[in-house]
């Protein structure tokens, strides 16, 4: 069987990108190969002014959680992964040495076997958690956030658990690197933007998992744009259009909720559906790009070839998206899942003196009064986005990027709710929804799947 951690290599290979070993291999291949300082001033390390330990809890211990708390480690320590073979004995060693404040100490998932892989990947790099602080079932985030210790929350959960969870978080005086998006509905994006006000006044550090932000190539690809370098902004088109992902068959011993939630991508209270949990990133690099949020959206999407319920549950295949922001700028977002297809993964902005385009292998912009390409050497922003998180809480500068990725969370909604209903929809109506999706008890057992939505049936309230 396929382990959590090589399903999520698997999704991140998937797509037109390169994904965490191609950017080990370029980032060198010992502890000096890492040097991304050169391109991300102020960098976090173990050797850092104010030392304070952190001391880091995952919640969500599939193959994202793992990752993400790989990517915190080596943050501060510059470890290489270990199962690509890039390290030696001595540099592993040297960067356990470094990491003496910086360590993964609790555990929680819903299952058990998440956790226990989980562990043994962190005990190839040196950093072996014990059973006493493994946690599994509904409750079990509860119980990791009663260690006093933990001060570091990593939220990698389906993202339907999200808002509850990064409130609970917040309440118990944690910071918190959550993974995107940042829940499936608009009461989990309202609690998200609430609990990133409650961490404003706790002084609490709130960081997504909205990588491209913290992405050197992209990042001087925006500041070119809205330095004027191709013009005033007219449209935009965003496209994520990929092959199918991951997917769990049930087992016969598993009831309705157990596979649900080992094969959650495809249960729309769970995911979000793919507009909101994969096409997040292009979405929240247009919101980034134009600094602001959509006014208005209208579409069209449905299920044309994944459509066996067993395995792909109630999400759609394929959506697009035309939506209007402010200045009368348009911009076309569309999203696909399907084998055999022609693939794309990039975004364009379109100006008034020529165009820019954001993709792996062509970051840059063509204009009238100059070109330009990004030739550095490219950072990995999985690191990144915790070096700096990291950093701010150690200089008491604490980052809050709740409403970021709440916004953005909510543009991907708008999308999936007029292609879901076939209406048109505005921001501050999309905002306010009642909607709220996923069972009313969590328990194991019965948890039958709602229809598919069908377009001038399914009504958005």
Known sequence: MISNNEKARELLNSASQPGRREFIKKSGAGLAGFAMSMHVPNIITARAVNDDPINIGVIGCGGRGTGAALDALNAATKIIYPEFGYHTESALEGARAQAKNVKIIALADLFPDRIASCKRELEKVGMPVSQEMCFSGFDGYKALLQVPEINYIILAEPPHFRPMHLRACIEAGKNVFMEKPAGVDSAGVRSVIESGELAKQKGLAIGAGTQRRYDNAMADNVKHIQNGAIGEIRSGVARWLGGEIWVVEPKPEWTQM?????????????????????????????????????????????????TDPKLYGNVYDHFAVQYEYPNDITVYALDRQINGCTNFVDDVIIGSKGRATFAYRTMGYTSSEGNWRFRGERNNPYQVEHEKLIESIRSGNPINEARQIAESTLTAIMGREVCYSGHEIDWETAMNLNQRQGPAEYKFGDNPVEPVPMPGKYKYS
Not at 286 to 304: D, F, M
């Open 258 to 306: 157990e596979a649900q939630l080992r094969n959650w991508n495809y249960y729309n209270w769970l995911s979000g559906d793919i507009i909101v949990e994969q096409f997040i990133h292009s979405i929240d690099l247009i919101n980034w790009v134009l600094q602001s949020t959509p006014l208005k959206a209208v579409g069209i999407g449905g299920r044309q070839v994944r």
